[in-house]
């Protein structure tokens, strides 16, 4: 299945291919996703669980490919999912503000928790897998950017994301379900029209740098959180990245790979 094809699912929901998949699964397959669809995920979440990420080791060198699902299962005792390649973007606009998401409550890991702009993963396909100039992160961000934000690929030149560095971090989600990641942070500054998926995103705002202490104050008072990953990123690097942003070619990539 190619990207293309992929982009026109997601546009219609999936309702097509999660039935027409459904029938080709195999019968412990079908019996996974029988199980877990009596837990009432968000039918549209539960076929995106078929997804192939990129499974890494500790130094994101990519060992196989791993579905969604098995990615963000908990092991016995809350043992953290495998490690596998995320990406988290942060949209600015020209006036420096921040593109901030509150996560759709269908979504299966931190349902209604406030993010960055954009986060996903990229996929086991040759396309994606390519680590020239970290070219498949790049494009699995432009794919993802128009699934969540409704933002036109044509909008966006591969090269006008900003890679910064990579984290490595891990968080439950639930007693089931949780993240392990190397995150790639990837910044785009532009000025670009959005129009947000329901089923992956619940609101969106832009927030300037001088009233992210009031936003987060509200978000607080009406007991609504940040995600593990953003809230690790905000308390380690976004804030000296964010008074640079109005020069973003100034802003260096740091290869390390970042333990929060």
Same mark, same amino acid.
């Given at each position: 299945?190619?990207?293309?094809?992929?982009?026109? @699912?997601?546009?219609? $929901?999936?309702? #097509?291919?999660?039935?027409? +998949?459904?029938?080709?699964?195999? =019968?412990?397959? /079908?019996?996974?996703?029988?199980?877990?669809?009596?837990?009432?995920?968000?039918?549209?979440?539960?076929?995106?669980?078929?997804?192939?990420?990129?499974?890494?080791?500790?130094?994101?060198?990519?060992?196989?490919?791993?579905?969604?699902?098995?990615?963000?299962?908990?092991?016995?005792?809350?043992?953290?999912?495998?490690?596998?390649?995320?990406?988290?973007?942060?949209?600015?606009?020209?006036?420096?503000?921040?593109?901030?998401?509150?996560?759709?409550?269908?979504? @299966?890991?931190?349902? $209604?928790?406030? #993010?960055?702009?954009?986060? +996903?993963?990229?996929?086991?396909? =040759?396309?994606? /897998?390519?680590?020239?100039?970290?070219?498949?992160?790049?494009?699995?961000?432009?794919?993802?950017?128009?699934?969540?934000?409704?933002?036109?690929?044509?909008?966006?030149?591969?090269?006008?994301?900003?890679?910064?560095?990579?984290?490595?971090?891990?968080?439950?989600?639930?007693?089931?379900?949780?993240?392990?990641?190397?995150?790639?942070?990837?910044?785009?500054?532009?000025?670009?029209?959005?129009?947000?998926?329901?089923?992956?995103?619940?609101?969106?705002?832009?927030?300037?740098?001088?009233?992210?202490?009031?936003?987060?104050?509200?978000?607080?008072?009406?007991?609504?959180?940040?995600?593990?990953?953003?809230?690790?990123?905000?308390?380690?690097?976004?804030?000296?990245?964010?008074?640079?942003?109005?020069?973003?070619?100034?802003?260096?990539?740091?290869?390390?790979?970042?333990?929060?």
């Amino acid at each position: 299945m190619n990207l293309t094809h992929m982009a026109r @699912i997601f546009k219609s $929901g999936l309702t #097509t291919w999660f039935g027409s +998949s459904i029938r080709k699964l195999g =019968s412990r397959q /079908l019996s996974s996703y029988v199980k877990m669809n009596q837990e009432e995920l968000d039918p549209t979440q539960l076929a995106l669980l078929n997804e192939p990420c990129i499974a890494v080791d500790l130094n994101d060198q990519a060992i196989g490919s791993i579905t969604k699902k098995d990615a963000h299962l908990l092991g016995p005792e809350n043992q953290l999912p495998p490690l596998h390649r995320a990406f988290s973007v942060f949209l600015f606009n020209t006036k420096n503000e921040l593109l901030m998401q509150q996560r759709s409550q269908c979504k @299966i890991t931190f349902p $209604g928790y406030y #993010t960055n702009s954009c986060c +996903s993963h990229p996929l086991h396909y =040759s396309d994606e /897998l390519d680590e020239t100039d970290n070219i498949g992160v790049r494009r699995a961000a432009r794919r993802r950017l128009e699934i969540e934000l409704g933002i036109d690929p044509a909008d966006i030149e591969l090269s006008e994301f900003k890679l910064l560095t990579r984290i490595h971090y891990g968080a439950p989600s639930s007693t089931k379900w949780g993240e392990h990641e190397i995150d790639y942070i990837l910044f785009l500054k532009k000025d670009i029209p959005v129009k947000p998926n329901s089923n992956e995103v619940d609101q969106v705002t832009y927030v300037s740098i001088e009233n992210f202490s009031s936003f987060q104050a509200e978000l607080t008072k009406k007991e609504i959180k940040f995600t593990p990953w953003f809230d690790l990123i905000l308390n380690s690097y976004l804030m000296q990245w964010w008074k640079q942003v109005a020069n973003l070619d100034g802003l260096k990539y740091d290869s390390s790979i970042h333990s929060l």
